[in-house]
């Protein structure tokens, strides 16, 4: 797969899938936004980042984003075009389990727990979508919008 010169936007890429997808997208010289909620992890990545950037057309970009704020992802979605003169993908990679996935029963947890996971991996994937299908958020670059579950099934009995 040949990408080079694709601007990509790359949500929760500090670690994990996110991080593995960003390396790949930078081996095929796309030229990419990243963000995520933990600061710690994107300012880790910030380090070591250039030893994927390849070209003097590769460009990137880091930010703090809360998936969970629509308002945060529209302004990122825009910072991105804005810097790219388009963007030709999005990735959104956001996902939690939960602090006690596998330790306690579905009923024993917590709503507040129930709350965070339902906030990330279904209001944040909507809040993506909305608004890069919002008319003229994406016009003249962005192909495709992907998603990625967290998991594909959850233990619902323990």
Request: proline fraction near 3%; include cysteine; aromatic fraction near 10%.
């Amino acid at each position: 797969m040949e990408i080079l010169n694709e601007a990509e936007e790359e949500y929760s890429s500090s670690d994990g899938i996110g991080l593995s997808t960003v390396k790949a997208l930078l081996d095929r010289g796309a030229s990419i936004a990243v963000c995520g909620v933990n600061e710690k992890n994107l300012a880790d990545l910030l380090r070591s980042f250039l030893w994927g950037v390849k070209s003097k057309h590769q460009d990137y970009s880091f930010q703090r984003l809360d998936v969970v704020d629509r308002t945060q992802v529209k302004a990122f979605l825009h910072a991105t075009k804005t810097r790219f003169g388009g963007v030709d993908g999005i990735t959104n990679i956001a996902g939690v389990i939960g602090k006690y996935f596998g330790l306690k029963t579905f009923w024993q947890r917590a709503p507040e727990e129930f709350d965070f996971v339902m906030n990330v991996n279904v209001r944040g994937a909507f809040n993506f979508v909305a608004e890069a299908m919002t008319p003229g958020s994406l016009e003249g670059g962005s192909r495709n919008i992907r998603l990625n579950a967290v998991l594909p099934w959850i233990p619902l009995l323990g």
